[in-house]
Nanobody, 125 residues
Framework: QVQLVESGGGSVQSGGSLRLSCAASRYTASTLCMGWFRQVPGKEREGVAAIRSDGSTTYVADSVKGRFTISQDNAENTLYLQMNSLRLEDTAIYYC??????????????????WGQGTRVTVSS
């Protein structure tokens, strides 16, 4: 089964940038969709962006459109989330996830079956 490890989180000032990485081990051809999600205490985990194994972005949350970009390096089995123009409301624990079953690829966390441990992003003013 694929294993995911996020990195790149940290503290950044509002307006700054950060790039998150998600290293996948035991990656298989059945992993057709991966995504980034975020969660804050008291809130439901929400989708940030999703991407198919062919490199096509299938979902970007309205709240991050124009600021965040999801991408992947298949040769390195690594998923990225480039975050620009960060805002206070972007503060959250960010998770990467894989969907190994089915053919859909969306921003719903309920559809993903394998998760990383999360990396914290804190945006300050």
């Amino acid at each position: 089964q694929v294993q995911l490890v996020e990195s790149g989180g940290g503290s950044v000032q509002s307006g700054g940038s950060l790039r998150l990485s998600c290293a996948a081990s035991r990656y298989t051809a059945s992993t057709l969709c991966m995504g980034w999600f975020r969660q804050v205490p008291g809130k439901e985990r929400e989708g940030v962006a999703a991407i198919r194994s062919d490199g096509s972005t299938t979902y970007v949350a309205d709240s991050v459109k124009g600021r965040f970009t999801i991408s992947q390096d298949n040769a390195e089995n690594t998923l990225y989330l480039q975050m620009n123009s960060l805002r206070l409301e972007d503060t959250a624990i960010y998770y990467c996830a894989a969907k190994t079953r089915g053919f859909s690829c969306s921003g719903s966390p309920l559809l993903f079956d394998t998760w990383g441990q999360g990396t914290r992003v804190t945006v300050s003013s």
